[in-house]
């Protein structure tokens, strides 16, 4: 497609998906939840023939060497893609949040005000490598009545365009129009910038992938982003604290996978209980490859501990977003050192206090700046599925409109209703 055509190809997208959304915003609750029980349902059903396109998908990423990382999050496992038809059917059983109206007061006018919850509209979703996101943007635009256009990778170009082909036939079974799902068909990156820049048709873009990506997103849209640029997040172990506790969350925190945005990347341990923990943590990681970058006093701690990777830490490793088994290491005087390090070299993600004192956990929880605070659980749960929002669309970093896992709600907005009987006003 040349320039001229990517424009006009992306604007029809945005004029087809404009008229959907007005058809799913009044669509019923149970015809939106048809078509997610029957999207569940193909995805088992042709969990074989989606491998096959995805693996055209694995072969080109590692034939144009992308780091083995970045293929595992291309990779679409029956594991995958069950958790993806769990979350179709987690949506379809949650209450619908359309048109409910909360907060009504009578007004000594005699008017009656409230507010009733809508759908956005329609949503451009720019997303990186994870074709399961097809499917969460998908799904959670239908049980929100909103249409979407989805901009996938274009290493996973293959995987999409089978994953789109099952949305849009879950549609049509459900009788909503196809429409209301389109997976932008071209890897040409014009329509990217096309797509960012439709106010008449798109309502919010939402870019999910690397921070290059997102700040070119955030710089060139000429519509809201709901965003997060980078999941720089923390697992503070504070004195006092259960130790066992300690060493299995923060290993959690940090081994269970290493690419998502909600793995630890910093922990702090407070000095009281550095000297007990740090060594059983240490083992743990070094049996594991994990290279740990210390401060002097950690590193002093963990000199003891047979096969560790050590490092010195240096001023930009408080920043790092590794994605790798790499964590950088702090011993801190206690929790106000804590949260004082969160908030300065966080990037307001996701952030763990390990704890037996109930005083710390809850100035940990007001303290610190970021859109998930946790008190004694892995920083990996900091997700839409976990959460129960059914699946996510992302993670806002941003405070407004939507802060933390973005799942129904955050696909809505809220409208005045006036209810009144003749009153005028004086």
């Known amino acids: 497609m040349n320039a001229l055509t990517v424009a006009e190809y992306t604007h029809s997208l945005g004029l087809q998906a404009k008229t ?3 058809l799913m915003a009044k669509a ?26 995805n693996a055209r998908d694995l072969e080109r990423a590692r034939a144009a060497g992308l780091a083995e990382p970045m293929v595992d999050r291309l990779k679409l496992s029956p594991k995958v893609l069950e958790t993806c038809a769990q979350g179709c059917e987690q949506l379809a059983a949650m209450a619908d949040v359309i048109g409910e109206i909360i907060g009504m007061k009578q007004q000594p006018s005699g008017i009656r005000v409230g507010q009733m919850r809508v759908p956005i509209g329609v949503f451009g979703m720019i997303y990186e490598s994870r074709p399961n996101v097809t499917i969460e943007a998908a799904s959670l635009s239908i049980k929100s009545g909103n249409a979407c256009i989805l901009r996938g990778g274009s290493e996973a170009i293959d995987s999409n365009r089978a994953l789109a082909k099952l949305v849009q036939q879950a549609l049509t079974e459900a009788g909503l129009p196809q429409d209301a799902v389109q997976l932008v068909q071209t890897t040409d990156r014009e329509a990217v910038g096309q ?9 919010v873009i939402i870019p999910r992938g690397g921070k290059g990506l997102i700040e070119r997103i955030s710089r060139e849209a000429k519509v809201p982003v709901i965003k997060h640029l980078d999941g720089n997040c923390h697992t503070y172990v504070d004195d006092p604290c259960d130790i066992a506790m300690a060493v299995k969350v923060a290993d959690n925190a940090k081994t ?17 209980v550095a000297a007990e923990f740090l060594p059983q943590i240490g083992a743990v990681y070094a049996a594991k490859g994990v290279e740990m970058r210390g401060c002097p006093e950690s590193l002093a701690i963990l000199q003891s501990v047979a096969g560790a990777q050590l490092v010195p830490a240096t001023e930009q490793d408080w920043s790092e977003e590794y994605l790798a088994p790499i964590i950088s290491v702090k011993v801190v005087a206690g929790v106000d050192e804590a949260i004082a390090h969160i908030n300065r070299y966080g990037s307001h993600h996701t952030d763990a206090i390990l704890t037996r004192d ?16 946790m008190v004694n659980a892995s920083t990996r749960f900091a997700d839409g599925f976990e959460y129960g929002l059914g699946a996510e669309i992302g993670i806002s970093t941003d405070k407004f409109h939507a802060r933390g896992p973005v799942g129904i709600e955050g696909l809505t907005s809220l409208k005045y209703v006036v209810l009144g009987e003749g009153e005028v006003r004086g």
């Open 20 to 22: 959907a959304s007005a």
């Open 28 to 53: 019923p609750a149970a015809i939106k939840n048809k078509a997610l029980l029957a999207l569940a349902r193909l995805l088992r059903e042709q969990t074989e023939a989606l491998q096959v396109d």
């Open 195 to 203: 797509l960012i820049a439709m106010p008449q048709f798109v309502d």
């Open 256 to 272: 269970n996978k290493y690419s998502p945005c909600n793995a630890s990347e910093g922990l702090l341990v407070a000095r009281g």
């Open 358 to 373: 109930h005083m710390h956990a809850q100035q940990f929880l007001r303290e610190v700046d970021s859109a998930s605070v």
